[in-house]
């Protein structure tokens, strides 16, 4: 499992567009994102200013980053394109209730 930034430090709050295209379930571009979360044969975690995006699939690869761009290429046998977003924390009813 591995950890890498797409972007460096200073451009961390810099929205890009965030576009994918998926090639006969073999190729997988993916612009705009932020981070690469981690990363195996099986899954590849990334972190998009929409949220987490995980990919599924069998002998995955990043084949591709480019810092500039936010840009990252997967191969593999892609079975699945999962996102996530963040939900912000819910207060409990009696905090609500107190003011």
């Known amino acids: 499992m591995k950890t890498q930034s797409a972007m460096p430090a200073?451009?961390?709050?810099?929205?890009?567009?965030h576009t994918l295209v998926l090639e006969e379930r073999k190729r997988l571009t993916?612009?705009?994102?932020?981070?690469?979360?981690?990363y195996d044969a099986f899954t590849v975690t990334l972190e998009t200013s929409g949220g987490t995006l995980a990919i599924?699939?069998?002998g995955l690869t990043v084949s591709e980053l480019s810092v500039q761009t936010g840009e990252v290429k997967?191969?593999?046998?892609i079975e699945y394109i999962q996102y996530t977003v963040r939900r912000e924390k819910?207060?409990?009813?009696?905090?609500?209730?107190?003011?």
């Open 10 to 17: 200073a451009d961390g709050a810099r929205q890009l567009p």
């Open 30 to 38: 993916v612009t705009g994102i932020q981070a690469i979360v981690s």
């Open 56 to 58: 599924g699939g069998e």
């Open 74 to 77: 997967i191969g593999g046998t």
């Open 90 to 99: 819910q207060s409990s009813f009696l905090k609500r209730l107190v003011r």
